[in-house]
C-alpha cells in the first residue's frame, strides 16, 4: 500500500557567500545540507524530502526561494515549523513561509517566472564589507554601452554559449522576458559604493552560468573587448564565439519566484 504524503511550499531567504551552493555535496557546506540538517534535529523520527525550485551556485543568494517539502506525517502547526526552523538554522539563512501544496503540484514543473539580479559596481576598489553583495569590477566600463546590450538578451534566442557543459538534450532556446541594466536602488549599505548597478534578467528558467555568463559578456562589452554586433551574433544557433568571463556567483541573487498553482 502506497504510504500517504503531504506536500508543502516553503519559502526562504538565504546569503549565499559561506555556501558551495544549494545542491547538497560530500564535505561540502551548501543550502540543501544545513536544511536536511535542521529539519532531522527538530524531526529526528519524520522521513522527509526537499526538493528546491532550481540550483543556485556556490556564493548565489536568494531574498525569495523556494522549495517543496514532502512528509508521512501531516505538519500539525506551520507557524510553529517556521519558528522551529529559524531558531536551529544559522543567520544566513531565513524561512519565510510554509503552505501545504497539492500532491499533483511540482516545484520544477510549476515553475512561472525566475528574475535574477546582478549587482556591481566598477573604478575605484570596494569596501571589504560589500564582498557577498556587489562584484566590483576595476576597470572603467562603458555603462551606456552595456546598457543598450543587456537589452538585446530579451526575446526568444538560442543561448547555447552562454552555458558550460552544454549536454545533447539541453533546450538552449529560451526567452528572456526582460534584460536591463539599472542603477542600484534595492540594496544599499553604508559600507555600498557611491555608486552601484543591478542587471536584472528575467525568464521561464535558465541554463546553468547562464546569467553569470551574460553578465560577462556585458562586462567585456563595457571593456571594448566586444562589440554589440558580436552580442547580437552571439544569440544565433550557430554563433561560435567563446566567451572568456564568467562573472563571479557573490554578485547574484534570485530575487523573485511565481510558480503556476
Known sequence: MKKQRFCYLVRLQYLGFRYNGWQEQPKLRTITGMLNKTFKFIYPDKPFKILGAGRTDAKVSSLNGAFELFVEEELENLNEFVLQFNRNLPTDIKIL??????????????????????????????????????????????????????????????????TAGLKENTKSVRKIDACSIETNDMLTANFFPEKSYVLKIKGAGFMRYQVRMIMGALVQLGKNELNLKQIKASLLADSDLKLKTIAPGSGLILNELQFNK
Do not use: R
Not at 118 to 125: E, L, N
Not at 127 to 151: C, Q, R, W
Open 97 to 162: 513561509s510554509i503552505a501545504p501544496v497539492d500532491q499533483k503540484f511540482n516545484i520544477i514543473q510549476n515553475s512561472k517566472s525566475k528574475e535574477y539580479c546582478y549587482f556591481f559596481s566598477f573604478g575605484s576598489k570596494n569596501h571589504p564589507f560589500s564582498a557577498p553583495f556587489v562584484t566590483n569590477y576595476m576597470d572603467d566600463l562603458d555603462i551606456g554601452l552595456m546598457k543598450e546590450g543587456a537589452l538585446l538578451f530579451t526575446g526568444t534566442h538560442d543561448f547555447s554559449v552562454y
